[in-house]
């Protein structure tokens, strides 16, 4: 695997990235921009007309020519219960893939995201797991989801069907810094009801909240011939229990958190990650989509984990 990250090119991966597709959960929009006045020394400012604000939300994110984007990113998969200090469950890490393009006006990104739950001491893939909450000895469901369809954005917001859902961000500068805070919440009927799956469960609405925040160079941003920043972001998400921690209809949530980058080159990405995804998945790199049609953590979890809950 190591002799094959040589043949990746650096131009491959400069031509690569996403937002992470765990914002793209049904129900969420993102909104209408407050821009504050942003310069560089050079005096480059960020034109407040909704075109150049367009331009530069998807060059950060994405690339403004065809490509293929690289996300890395690792953190931990929080544990909170009422009354309850938080509690650190598992080390997470991951890849965020998606394909840009442009139609007309608009840019359509299709993402491909895998990952996995890892040991607190040593980050390795988790096998098994006790949870802390139950002290029951669980296997991990790992995640890989996206696929099947895009996401497409216009200079309005993000087109759902024929409704156009304005974006939810805003932009902040500090001194050379520049970043963009991204946010949305969602709720929606869980496809694994109670009565079915009293034990993965967590009741019959899934609720999620969901902040990002991706920092760049005002160089970067306003570079012309430049179609991708270099970025690093921040993400947060908190969502009702995970089906494979089996905490059922119990109070309390779970909370996401890691850091990431867009990958500028494949040496970027830590062995335990190539190592991962040449086990589950040895096309990622090489295939533009790595599979066909669409996964989803909880459509995923229904096949796979045959219902022996009653």
């Given at each position: 695997m190591k002799k094959d990250r040589k043949n990746i090119s650096r131009?491959?991966?400069?031509?690569?990235?996403?937002?992470?597709?765990?914002?793209?959960?049904?129900?969420?929009?993102l909104a209408t921009p407050f821009i504050p006045e942003i310069k560089t020394k050079e005096s480059a400012t960020l034109s407040s007309s909704k075109g150049e604000i367009f331009k530069s939300h998807i060059r950060l994110m994405g690339?403004?020519?065809?490509?293929?984007?690289?996300?890395?990113?690792?953190?931990?998969?929080?544990?909170?219960?009422?009354?309850?200090?938080?509690?650190?469950?598992?080390?997470?890490?991951?890849?965020?893939?998606?394909?840009?393009?442009?139609?007309?006006?608009?840019?359509?990104?299709?993402?491909?995201?895998?990952?996995?739950?890892?040991?607190?001491?040593?980050?390795?893939v988790l096998d098994t797991w006790k949870n802390p909450y139950t002290n029951e000895i669980i296997e991990p469901f790992h995640f890989m989801y996206g696929g099947g369809s895009n996401t497409t954005y216009t200079p309005d917001g993000i087109l759902s069907g024929e409704t156009i859902k304005p974006y939810k961000e805003n932009w902040v500068q500090s001194g050379e810094q520049i970043w963009l805070d991204e946010y949305?919440?969602?709720?929606?009927?869980?496809?694994?009801?109670?009565?079915?799956?009293?034990?993965?469960?967590?009741?019959?609405?899934?609720?999620?909240?969901?902040?990002?925040?991706?920092?760049?160079?005002?160089?970067?941003?306003f570079n012309p011939n430049i179609d991708s920043c270099e970025q690093t972001f921040f993400w947060t998400a908190i969502n009702s229990w995970e089906p494979w921690l089996h905490m059922g209809q119990k109070p309390g949530f779970v909370m996401w958190r890691a850091t990431g980058k867009k990958i500028v080159d494949i040496s970027e990405i830590p062995d335990s990650m190539h190592d991962y995804v040449s086990k589950v998945q040895p096309n990622y790199f090489?295939?533009?989509?790595?599979?066909?049609?669409?996964?989803?953590?909880?459509?995923?979890?229904?096949?796979?984990?045959?219902?022996n809950e009653k």
């Open positions: 131009r491959s991966f400069l031509n690569t990235s996403t937002a992470l597709s765990f914002a793209a959960i049904p129900g969420i929009g690339s403004l020519k065809p490509a293929t984007i690289y996300n890395w990113f690792s953190g931990h998969l929080w544990g909170i219960l009422p009354g309850e200090a938080p509690k650190p469950l598992t080390t997470l890490q991951g890849l965020a893939k998606s394909n840009w393009k442009k139609e007309g006006n608009n840019y359509t990104k299709e993402s491909f995201d895998l990952g996995f739950f890892g040991d607190l001491e040593t980050g390795k949305g919440s969602a709720s929606f009927k869980n496809p694994l009801q109670p009565e079915e799956w009293p034990i993965s469960s967590a009741g019959e609405q899934m609720h999620f909240g969901s902040s990002t925040t991706y920092v760049t160079d005002a160089k970067q941003l090489d295939n533009e989509q790595p599979w066909k049609g669409r996964r989803s953590t909880y459509t995923s979890y229904k096949e796979e984990r045959k219902n």
